[in-house]
């Protein structure tokens, strides 16, 4: 859970957050789920904001069901694939979800 403010203070990383979901055509609960698992892990001092966006957007993508694969969403948001698949699983634990063992 995230505090009030936080997302206030978030403004310009959810804007972020949205235009990469914009490219990746993510359809309205990827981008909400994405949202939240972003919003959950603030402030993480040991992650790259765009690395968070990305992980973020990925894992919302897989609880959605709109699954996008790593290399589109790490191409879209301007990271390494390995960024995303060093972070997603812990996002997705994090936040209470089993994730896939594939």
């Known amino acids: 859970m995230y505090r009030a403010g936080t997302e206030r ?3 310009a990383n959810l804007a972020a957050l949205e235009q990469v ?17 972003y919003l959950s892990q603030l402030p993480a001092p ?9 992980a973020s ?16 969403v790490a191409e ?15 996002l997705l634990r994090d936040a209470g979800f089993e994730p896939p063992s594939w």
Do not use: F
């Open 46 to 54: 040991d992650r790259s904001k765009p690395g968070l966006r990305a």
């Open 21 to 37: 979901a914009d490219r990746l055509e993510l359809d309205s609960q990827a981008r909400s789920a994405a949202r939240e698992l």
């Open 57 to 72: 957007l990925y894992a919302g993508s897989l609880i959605a069901g709109d699954q996008r694969s790593q290399t589109a």
């Open 76 to 90: 879209a948001g301007g990271v390494a694939r390995l960024t995303i698949q060093q972070q997603w699983r812990d």
């Open 9 to 11: 203070a978030e403004e």
